[in-house]
C-alpha cells in the first residue's frame, strides 16, 4: 500500500494519493483582501493546479465540500464555481456555512477526485 503525499507540512499535506484517488487539503485564498467572487477563483486556480500536479482535473472530481463564512456569499461564489465546471461533470457537493479559522477567508473548498 502506496500513499504518496505532495507539499507535506509539519500540520499537513496538501495532497494525498491513494489508489489512485487523489484528497486535497482544504484550499484557502491566500489574497484575503478579495470578495468572495475574487477568492473562490483563487481557491478553484489552487485545486486546478494541485489537481493537475496530481495526474487529474476538474473532470474527475468525485466529491466536493465547500465551507462558506457567510451564506449571503452564496449566489456569488455560485457564479463562479458555475463558470468553473465543466458541464456535464458536475460532482456531488456540500456547501455548509462555517466559522472558518482565519476569519478573512470567506471560503474552503475540499476536494476529492480520481486520477486520470
Same mark, same amino acid.
Given at each position: 500500500m502506496e500513499i504518496k503525499r505532495l507539499y507535506v507540512g509539519k500540520r499537513l499535506s496538501e495532497v494525498a494519493i491513494h489508489n489512485e484517488t487523489v484528497y486535497l487539503a482544504g484550499q484557502i485564498a491566500e489574497e484575503t483582501s478579495a470578495d468572495i467572487q475574487g477568492q473562490?477563483? +483563487?481557491v478553484l486556480g489552487h485545486v486546478d493546479r494541485l489537481l493537475s500536479e496530481s495526474g487529474s482535473d476538474?473532470?474527475?472530481i468525485l466529491s466536493c465540500q465547500i465551507y462558506i463564512k457567510d451564506m449571503k456569499d452564496f449566489a456569488?461564489?455560485? +457564479? /463562479?464555481? *458555475? *463558470?468553473? /465546471? #465543466?458541464?456535464g461533470?458536475? #460532482? #456531488?457537493?456540500?456547501? /455548509? +456555512?462555517?466559522?472558518?479559522?482565519? #476569519?478573512?477567508v470567506l471560503v474552503e473548498?475540499? /476536494?476529492?477526485a480520481a486520477q486520470r
Open positions: 473562490t477563483r +483563487e476538474k473532470t474527475c456569488g461564489m455560485n +457564479e /463562479v464555481w *458555475d *463558470d468553473w /465546471v #465543466p458541464s461533470h458536475t #460532482p #456531488p457537493r456540500a456547501t /455548509v +456555512e462555517a466559522r472558518l479559522a482565519n #476569519p478573512e473548498i475540499v /476536494v476529492i
